[in-house]
């Protein structure tokens, strides 16, 4: 059972690791005891945070921007070059967009579908090779995509192109649980509900006690309550499922 829930020496990347729920997944791994590399757009942010979680564990830096192809499938040279193998590919990346219908730009679906949606497709297909060497029976390699609880039901704010996103993600999450399992390699989402961060950061000024008084369990998400369901995932515990969609949101969307 003391190796259960463990992810030591495992390797891990993390997407949009320097903030918010991908900040939350990466200390978490850290602390658990994977080798963690985080990207995101900001090289020197990305590298201060590395630095900072490197005080827990193994913590290194690969600064990308995801929302292009290139961008992606040279995040995936870049970790290929330093890692033969990769055990976990958290697929956290995102961008949100707000606006009233009638004024709602293209571009506001531009720069979400791309970040949100087809990263998540060609960062995860560009890094097969290194998920299908870390495999082993018994123990898949694991993907987890980062959705949202917007992706399961109607959200609160005019964020057509986030919502649309998120329900995007978890359908994909189940295709490519399909399409990837005959390699050993499990693909899974969480779909978080409020968390302390900077995309939530607004909305929880704006609404934070409304959104407390709607959950069951009467307040926001904490850290702990993000790295423990990847951890989870990441771990033997969690080695049996796959092509699910996990909300961590105290019951918000599975009660009401």
Not at 45 to 59: I, K, N, T
């Amino acid at each position: 059972m003391k190796d259960l829930f463990s992810v030591a020496a495992k390797t891990a990347l993390v997407t949009g690791g320097s903030r918010g729920i991908g900040l939350m997944i990466a200390r978490g791994l850290v602390e658990a005891g994977a080798r963690v590399y985080i990207s995101s757009r900001k090289a020197d942010v990305c590298e201060r945070v590395a630095a900072e979680l490197s005080e827990f564990g193994e913590c290194f830096a690969l600064p990308a921007d995801c929302s292009t192809e290139q961008g992606c499938n040279g995040l995936a040279a870049e970790l290929a070059g330093r890692e033969k193998e990769l055990n976990i590919l958290v697929n956290n990346a995102g961008a949100n967009w707000g606006a009233p219908m009638e004024d709602f730009p293209d571009s506001g679906w531009d720069k979400v579908l791309a970040l949100n949606v087809k990263a998540v497709f060609q960062l995860t297909r560009a890094l097969v090779p290194q998920l299908e060497a870390a495999a082993r029976k018994g123990d898949p390699a694991r993907v987890i995509n980062t959705g949202s609880i917007d992706g399961l039901k109607p959200p609160m704010l005019d964020t057509f192109s986030y919502s649309a996103s998120k329900a995007a993600v978890h359908h994909l999450t189940r295709v490519l649980a399909k399409k990837l399992a005959a390699k050993n390699i499990t693909v899974n989402a969480i779909a978080p509900g409020p968390f302390e961060s900077k995309m939530m950061e607004v909305t929880l000024e704006s609404f934070g006690e409304a959104i407390i008084a709607s959950c069951p369990m009467g307040r926001i998400g904490e850290p702990e309550d993000m790295a423990g369901v990847a951890i989870y995932l990441a771990s033997r515990a969690g080695a049996y499922v796959t092509g699910v969609v996990i909300p961590v949101d105290g019951g918000i969307s599975t009660t009401t």
